[in-house]
């Protein structure tokens, strides 16, 4: 089917993916920004580091008691050296565990015992529990140097679209500034504002599509952080546990104080830390609730110069070669009939498989649903007469007054064009 100059199908197939904001330009050439997720990946990776000295602190917390320990343990050995075992003037008193010498012999066991409490507890603390933070310490800092990762490939792949997205602006920008110079002068195929718009549109539905990859990685990113730190968290817990485990038992006063540190950490929820981070920081974060629709772009400079609209388009079957085909047609005001395989190509890879410049061309009668057109194909796709003879197409349409319509544009195109040509020669020859 045919349409006199079709509505813009492409602003349809990017308003379907979001229409949350709209990018626009001030200039003709001014570069079409998008998504950046650099923000949201630095706050995390601040995240990040702020758990690593959290882990950091307690680590030389621990570190300094074990030292402390150690210490406590050569403290205790100089002490059992005051202690006499046995007691040289044992023979004066009762040798019994009830008496005199009994009361020495205990404060020398339970003396030497206490050097072997303190350095089980200085070996405890740095095979056990000082283990167990370095290695939280190693995935914390694997996370961070993923995140990294992470955030330059994707800001690589956005900024390679969108330097694809601006490299196709400025080529329809020059074009049309061209082609309102020229007067009428031919228009080279591959500088058709037609075919660039076109082109452009490919563009930024590429750019929209890794931008919203890129977002909905950095969603599942910020998702699992959640998870990552209800992991440290119980990880701090089960150290704090194993800490009071090792040191409860020496002192009574001090199982006091590491009972409390244990009950102060074990009150914390593990989800508790993240939800208040979340609530501080809820500007710079993204929303937790399923992705909203991406923001794409619906308009973007000389999308709608008149050089872009076509004066007519639609289906028409075209035999040529032997070969029967049906085909989508634009006829463009730059004075090319352009011939796509399939109308979704006109979105997805906006090159024709056949041009025709109209000035060279000729057409023939309406003889029931079908015309022709003699002329020289200059696509770029031209695989079957690639020298560029002149051949003959005969279009069919769907109905008599469908084949007048496209008769009388193509004719007018035509003339229109040959004319054109004919007056930018007179004025070269004078």
Not at 239 to 261: C, E, N, S
Not at 371 to 381: A, D, L, M, T
Request: hydrophobic share 35%.
């Amino acid at each position: 089917m045919s349409a006199i100059i079709a509505p813009d199908e492409y602003s349809q197939q990017l308003a379907a993916l979001g229409d949350d904001s709209v990018s626009r330009c001030s200039t003709d050439e001014e570069t079409i920004l998008g998504y950046d997720s650099g923000e949201t990946i630095d706050i995390l990776l601040e995240r990040l580091s702020a758990w690593k000295h959290v882990c950091e602190y307690l680590y030389s917390y621990i570190s300094a008691t074990a030292k402390a320990q150690k210490s406590q343990s050569r403290e205790y050995e100089t002490i059992l050296k005051s202690v006499s075992y046995p007691l040289e003037e044992g023979h004066h008193f009762k040798p019994s565990t009830d008496g005199v010498a009994g009361l020495f012999e205990n404060i020398y066991t339970n003396t030497k015992e206490m050097v072997k409490v303190y350095a089980l507890a200085e070996r405890n603390l740095n095979d056990s529990v000082l283990l167990m933070l370095e290695r939280l310490l190693k995935e914390i800092k694997s996370e961070a140097k993923q995140l990294k990762v992470d955030k330059s490939n994707g800001a690589n792949l956005i900024a390679k679209a969108w330097r694809a997205t601006q490299k196709h602006i400025i080529l329809l920008a020059k074009s049309t500034r061209s082609y309102d110079a020229s007067t009428g002068n031919k228009v080279e195929q591959s500088h058709d504002p037609y075919l660039l718009r076109q082109g452009v549109h490919s563009k930024l539905i590429e750019q929209a599509t890794k931008e919203k990859d890129d977002r909905q990685e950095n969603q599942e990113i910020q998702e699992s952080f959640l998870w990552f730190e209800m992991h440290i968290l119980q990880t701090v817990q089960c150290v704090i546990a194993k800490f009071f485990q090792f040191m409860g038992g020496q002192l009574d006063h001090q199982r006091a104080m590491y009972g409390d540190i244990l009950g102060t950490a074990q009150l914390i929820h593990p989800d508790l830390e993240w939800f208040s981070f979340v609530e501080r920081k809820n500007a710079a974060l993204l929303d937790p609730e399923p992705l909203r629709r991406l923001s794409v772009y619906s308009t973007f400079p000389n999308k709608d110069h008149r050089a872009t609209k076509p004066i007519i388009e639609g289906d028409l079957e075209c035999h040529c070669h032997g070969i029967t085909k049906e085909c989508h047609y634009v006829v463009t005001r730059a004075g090319y009939l352009h011939g796509f395989g399939r109308n979704k190509e006109l979105y997805q890879q906006p090159v024709p498989e056949m041009s025709l410049y109209l000035a060279n061309c000729s057409i023939g009668p309406v003889n029931d649903l079908n015309f022709s057109v003699q002329g020289v194909n200059v696509s770029s796709r031209n695989s079957v007469n690639p020298f560029h003879t002149t051949t003959k197409f005969i279009f069919r349409a769907q109905s008599t007054d469908e084949a007048e319509r496209w008769h009388s544009a193509i004719d007018a195109a035509i003339r229109h064009s040959t004319s054109s040509l004919l007056a930018t020669a007179d004025t070269e020859a004078v």
